[in-house]
């Protein structure tokens, strides 16, 4: 009754353009599905930015937060049942629990763990994105005078620091998604066009 797709991964790793593609491909279009939903990372991560940076956050607004979306997802799921539909409720979650426990220090796996027992129960696969750190370092310079590039200062001194800290953190989503009882995918997306990337998560996610 349900069909769910998380994109994940460290940022510059495509996951925006995957989302974009995805909704844009005529498998996602013509796919019967009583409702089509769309999560962008502004609601399912980035809504919380503020208030951490101020420091006013805990697990519990984390927590809270993704429920606030799993939760009527379960609802929908119930009610499509009772009525007794056969065909499917569709979303994506660009970003989600592995982001909460691999982002915010103050969460474990354990604090996200009963969340992805929801999402099982939702019949929800994972993709994650990855990219080499050459590659990466490449990408942040095509960013060096955004918004971006001023937001990671944060991470280090000097690029060999920036660069540290997001493989480490990719190395930390990669163990997170190992933990996760979802079916998962890991799509480098070095190693493939962006068009081959679409074609790889359809593949995974929509076609029988």
């Not at 960013?143 to 280090?156: E, L, V």
């Given at each position: 009754?349900?069909?769910?797709?998380?994109?994940?991964g460290i940022p510059l790793t495509g996951k925006t353009s995957l989302l974009t593609g995805l909704q844009k491909h005529s498998l996602f279009?013509?796919?019967?599905?009583?409702?089509?939903?769309?999560?962008?990372?502004?609601?399912?991560?980035?809504?919380?930015?503020?208030?951490?940076?101020?420091?006013?956050?805990?697990?519990?607004?984390?927590?809270?937060?993704?429920?606030?979306?799993?939760?009527?997802?379960?609802?929908?799921?119930?009610?499509?049942?009772?009525?007794?539909?056969?065909?499917?409720?569709?979303?994506?979650?660009?970003?989600?629990?592995?982001?909460?426990?691999?982002?915010?220090?103050?969460?474990?796996?354990?604090?996200?763990?009963?969340?992805?027992?929801?999402?099982?129960?939702?019949?929800?696969?994972?993709?994650?994105?990855?990219?080499?750190?050459?590659?990466?370092?490449?990408?942040?310079?095509?960013?060096?005078?955004?918004?971006?590039?001023s937001y990671i200062q944060r991470y280090g001194s000097n690029k060999d620091m920036i660069l540290d800290h997001y493989m480490q953190s990719?190395?930390?989503?990669?163990?997170?998604?190992?933990?996760?009882?979802?079916?998962?995918?890991?799509?480098?997306?070095?190693?493939?066009?962006?068009?081959?990337?679409?074609?790889?998560?359809?593949?995974?996610?929509?076609?029988?």
């Amino acid at each position: 009754m349900s069909l769910g797709l998380i994109i994940e991964g460290i940022p510059l790793t495509g996951k925006t353009s995957l989302l974009t593609g995805l909704q844009k491909h005529s498998l996602f279009l013509n796919y019967a599905a009583v409702s089509k939903l769309i999560y962008s990372e502004d609601l399912t991560q980035r809504i919380l930015e503020k208030d951490y940076n101020r420091g006013f956050l805990d697990k519990a607004a984390n927590i809270n937060l993704l429920m606030s979306i799993t939760t009527p997802l379960q609802t929908q799921k119930e009610m499509l049942q009772r009525r007794g539909f056969s065909n499917h409720l569709l979303f994506i979650l660009e970003r989600f629990h592995l982001n909460h426990a691999a982002y915010y220090p103050y969460l474990t796996w354990p604090d996200v763990e009963p969340i992805d027992q929801i999402l099982k129960c939702l019949n929800t696969k994972l993709i994650l994105l990855t990219v080499d750190r050459q590659t990466f370092k490449t990408r942040l310079l095509e960013r060096s005078n955004t918004g971006f590039m001023s937001y990671i200062q944060r991470y280090g001194s000097n690029k060999d620091m920036i660069l540290d800290h997001y493989m480490q953190s990719q190395d930390h989503y990669l163990n997170l998604a190992y933990k996760s009882s979802l079916e998962t995918k890991i799509i480098d997306s070095v190693a493939y066009p962006v068009v081959k990337v679409l074609e790889n998560a359809l593949d995974f996610w929509l076609k029988p």
